[in-house]
């Protein structure tokens, strides 16, 4: 089949964008076509952008800030309701272009980042009994900012729509709980996988010129926090422990951009690390998805990884832990924040790390200076990491899911 996945972006290091690289990676090998519509995407065949599908557009932004300033919204629906109708036609002109047999949508039917986006796909959807997978990573009720809003009725009739022809899926057991009491609606659990049928690759000449470029020195340990720069990520945290850590590093080095939640907290972590005497280092523009050579060096995620030491991962709230599953498969230690869907769906399963319950406290210290110091220590951790993540988390734990999803479509 002609698979069309649709999301406001599918570009970069974003968890979403990841993500759907993986499932467009395990729909090709079983034997489907793929093609991509956002309003921002990367350089690839089947790519139909629709500039006004982005959450960055000036006029979608502009919406948004209104829609969520906590007043009535006057005016907002009737500009929702204009957008929405130009954006149905971008998607039925995307669906004719590549004779789309199923649209799989990325978070654009549960995250009202793009208000119009959303009516727009739940429109068509139901006016052409559209085959349709809503793949729903976040909620709008797990974000504080969307809780307040001129548009409630909006957001509970469309994000997401309870249609014939839609498939739910979910990426945790709180949110398919969660989904299910609100509105009666049942979804298939997809948690977010890796490939784990090899191995990580060897550092090469490339990878090996990371750690001085970025001015660490000989035996000076990489921290890394493998994350957007969002409040959610409480990257204070890892600031704090790298502060207690002496003799290791006073360096901790941020890989993801900032911006999608404003900058203002970028700030208050330089503010911070400066206290604290920590040598915070965003690196955003050094890293992507994959490696570059253009005007200047691009690193990949995966250098990334292959030259750090240990992982940073405070997060207060996460939809399932991308990063995480990065992490296990580069057999990497790594310091996590008990946080509700890890306690739910991750720690039951018998991973190992360093956990901290909302707070650096003098144990996760001694922990993680134990992890560093002993290396017979955080082999063992990072193998049985390894063994659990091949066999919970893999590529075909996901393809079992996905068919099992698409034979309860109608067509």
Same mark, same amino acid.
């Given at each position: 089949m002609n698979i069309g996945f649709l999301s406001t972006r599918l570009k970069g290091t974003d968890g979403v964008s990841l993500e759907v690289?993986?499932?467009?990676?395990? *729909?090709?090998?079983?034997g489907h076509d793929n093609c991509f519509c956002a309003g921002e995407l990367e350089d690839r065949p089947g790519s139909y952008l629709v500039p006004l599908m982005h959450f960055d557009h000036p006029e979608i932004r502009q919406l948004g800030d209104r829609a969520f300033s906590g007043g009535k919204g006057d005016g907002v629906r009737e500009e929702i309701v204009k957008l929405a109708e130009k954006l149905e036609g971008e998607v039925e002109d995307f669906v004719r272009k590549y004779d789309v047999d199923v649209l799989f949508v990325q978070n654009a039917l549960s995250l009202p980042m793009n208000l119009p986006l959303g009516v727009a796909l739940a429109k068509y959807v139901k006016k052409n009994n559209f085959p349709t997978i809503g793949?729903?990573?976040?909620?709008?009720?797990? %974000?504080?900012?969307?809780?307040?809003?001129?548009?409630?009725?909006?957001?509970?009739?469309?994000?997401?729509?309870?249609?014939?022809?839609?498939?739910? #899926? !979910?990426?945790?057991?709180?949110? =398919?709980?969660?989904?299910?009491?609100?509105?009666?609606?049942?979804?298939?659990?997809?948690?977010?996988?890796?490939?784990?049928?090899?191995?990580?690759?060897?550092?090469?000449?490339?990878?090996?010129?990371?750690?001085?470029?970025?001015?660490?020195? $000989?035996?000076? +340990?990489?921290?890394?926090?493998? !994350?957007?720069? #969002?409040? =959610?990520?409480?990257?204070?945290?890892?600031?704090?422990?790298?502060?207690?850590?002496?003799?290791?590093?006073? &360096?901790?080095?941020?890989?993801?951009? $900032?911006?999608?939640?404003?900058?203002?907290?970028?700030? !208050?972590?330089?503010? !911070?690390? &400066?206290? &604290?005497?920590?040598?915070?280092?965003?690196? @955003?523009?050094?890293?992507?998805?994959? %490696?570059?050579?253009?005007?200047?060096?691009?690193y990949s995620l995966r250098d +990334?990884?292959?030259? @750090?030491?240990? #992982?940073?991962?405070?997060?207060? &709230?996460? /939809?399932?832990?991308?990063?995480?599953?990065?992490?296990?498969?580069?057999? *990497?230690? @790594?310091?996590?924040?008990?946080?509700?869907?890890? %306690?739910?769906?991750? +720690?039951?399963?018998?991973?190992?790390? #360093?956990?901290?319950? /909302?707070?650096?406290?003098?144990?996760?210290?001694r922990c993680t200076r134990d992890v560093l110091l002993d290396a017979g220590r955080r082999s063992g951790m990072v193998e049985s990491n390894y063994a659990l993540g091949r066999r919970y988390f893999s590529y075909e734990h996901a393809r079992r899911k996905l068919d099992k999803v698409f034979s309860a479509l109608s067509f």
């Open positions: 690289k993986k499932l467009a990676e395990i *729909l090709s090998e079983s793949h729903h990573h976040d909620f709008w009720w797990e %974000r504080e900012r969307f809780l307040s809003s001129g548009v409630e009725g909006l957001l509970e009739k469309y994000f997401p729509p309870d249609l014939e022809s839609l498939e739910h #899926v !979910t990426i945790n057991s709180l949110a =398919r709980r969660e989904l299910k009491n609100r509105y009666g609606i049942p979804s298939e659990i997809i948690h977010n996988v890796f490939d784990f049928s090899g191995n990580p690759p060897e550092e090469d000449d490339i990878t090996r010129e990371l750690r001085p470029e970025l001015g660490l020195g $000989a035996g000076e +340990a990489f921290f890394l926090q493998p !994350t957007r720069v #969002v409040p =959610r990520k409480n990257i204070e945290a890892s600031i704090e422990l790298v502060s207690r850590l002496d003799g290791f590093s006073d &360096k901790l080095f941020i890989t993801h951009p $900032a911006g999608d939640e404003g900058t203002a907290y970028l700030e !208050t972590l330089r503010e !911070t690390a &400066k206290k &604290k005497n920590v040598n915070l280092r965003y690196e @955003a523009e050094r890293f992507g998805p994959e %490696r570059s050579s253009g005007s200047g060096r691009i +990334a990884y292959l030259g @750090a030491d240990f #992982v940073t991962y405070p997060s207060l &709230k996460e /939809g399932f832990g991308n990063a995480l599953l990065e992490t296990i498969y580069y057999r *990497l230690p @790594a310091l996590v924040n008990r946080y509700p869907v890890y %306690r739910e769906d991750i +720690a039951p399963l018998g991973f190992d790390f #360093v956990e901290m319950d /909302g707070e650096i406290d003098v144990e996760v210290v």
